[in-house]
């Protein structure tokens, strides 16, 4: 049976160097429950370390974790990769790794936490995981596609790191999936302002508690999976998206 899920499908945690500790598994569940969010997306930069912990935290809350990264491509382009499966995500993980260069620096950029569900420190990543990876945007889709995932234009209404404020256009080729927009417009605004034949999404792009579901999309789906989100883009045997 088909029922109405609330999606935010864009979340940092501790482990982005521009978020805060409080990101911890505890901190995001506790925030999503408290505003009835059905879905997170966990999307770190060029990483998905704490993806594992959140969805073993969030067993028994109810509310479904599709792991995930927002990967900067070399263009400079954010785009969420958001997964059923973590080990999918993990073999992303494994080929932004192999392309992203340059080490940490804490004081500048601060500090990339790896926890577990039980709230424990179990390491520091010290990857620049906010730069860009050498991998081009179409070949970022491809991968995100071969293995199975969801590929979302990241914050389009923003000028830094998105596809319009880097490349100032939207190629006719790219197979993305949607478009996300950030909580500083609204869904008809976006319309207006970017009338590209793709669906738009709503996220809140949260680094801090307090942020998450102030930005979210409503889905009709039958279960809290990618299968089904996709097949609501596509508006596809019932599944819908519902703003």
């Known amino acids: 049976m088909l029922r109405l899920f609330k999606a935010d499908l864009h979340i940092h945690t501790c482990l982005s160097p521009c978020t805060e500790l409080n990101m911890s598994p505890k901190g995001i569940l506790t925030a999503a429950k408290k505003r ?3 879905i997170l997306g966990i999307c770190d930069h060029n990483s998905s370390e704490n993806s594992l912990a959140i969805i073993k935290a969030a067993k028994k809350m109810h509310i479904h974790i599709l792991p995930g990264l927002e990967v ?10 958001l997964f059923d499966d973590i080990d999918n995500a993990l073999k992303l993980q494994e080929h932004v790794y192999q392309n992203l260069p340059g080490k940490n620096d804490e004081e500048t950029f601060g500090m990339q936490v790896i926890v577990n569900d039980k709230e424990e420190v ?5 990857r620049l995981l ?10 970022a889709l491809r991968l995100i596609h071969a293995f199975e995932g969801l590929a979302i234009a990241s914050h389009i209404n ?16 790219l197979e993305l999936d949607a478009l996300e927009i950030s909580p500083s417009i609204t869904i008809e605004e976006a319309k207006q302002k970017f009338p590209f034949n793709y669906p738009i ?6 680094h801090y508690p307090d942020d998450i579901g102030k ?3 409503s889905f009709l ?4 999976t990618v299968t089904e989100i996709k097949k609501a883009l596509k508006n596809e045997d019932g599944r819908k998206l519902i703003h």
């Open 36 to 38: 009835g969010i059905d």
């Open 72 to 81: 900067t491509t070399e263009e400079e382009v954010h785009v969420l990769a």
């Open 122 to 126: 179990l390491g520091f990543n010290d």
């Open 130 to 139: 906010i730069g860009a990876t050498t991998i081009r945007l179409d070949e």
């Open 158 to 173: 923003r000028e830094a790191f998105s596809i319009i404020g880097q490349l100032g256009f939207i190629p006719d080729d």
């Open 201 to 206: 999404t709503c996220s809140s792009d949260a």
């Open 215 to 217: 930005s979210y999309t």
């Open 221 to 224: 789906l039958q279960d809290g």
